[in-house]
Nanobody, 130 residues
Framework: QVQLVESGGGSVQAGDSLRLTCAASGGTFSLLGLGWFRQAPGKEREFVAAISGSGNSTYYVDSVKGRFTISRENAKNTVYLQMNGLKPEDTAVYSC???????????????????????WGQGTQVTVSS
């Protein structure tokens, strides 16, 4: 059983940066693909970024390419999402997910898959004001 806990959300101005952290406990972390997803009010959950178990490969939704960076530290069982140049449309609850097949699912579906994945965090709110 893997537990995921996100942190780092907050309220910022457009153009600001935030770094989200997702700390995992339990399981074999390096075997899991990890991803960040977000859900804005009244909208469906959408894929944001994914990273392979080794950390050597990443995948992003087009709307965040060049602004967001996903990374992981397997020694710390942690995945990060560095968000720069934030825009009001980035406002959402951001959640991390872990699953052996998550990264492959992201690649195969072009970021269209939002699950089902084995493990989810509770989410952290990101609010960007114009």
């Amino acid at each position: 059983q893997v537990q995921l806990v996100e942190s780092g959300g907050g309220s910022v101005q457009a153009g600001d940066s935030l770094r989200l952290t997702c700390a995992a406990s339990g399981g074999t972390f390096s075997l899991l693909g990890l991803g960040w997803f977000r859900q804005a009010p009244g909208k469906e959950r959408e894929f944001v970024a994914a990273i392979s178990g080794s950390g050597n490969s990443t995948y992003y939704v087009d709307s965040v390419k060049g602004r967001f960076t996903i990374s992981r530290e397997n020694a710390k069982n942690t995945v990060y999402l560095q968000m720069n140049g934030l825009k009001p449309e980035d406002t959402a609850v951001y959640s991390c997910a872990a699953d052996r097949h998550l990264f492959r699912a992201a690649i195969v579906t072009g970021g269209g898959s939002t699950g089902p994945f084995d493990y989810w965090g509770q989410g952290t709110q990101v609010t960007v004001s114009s």
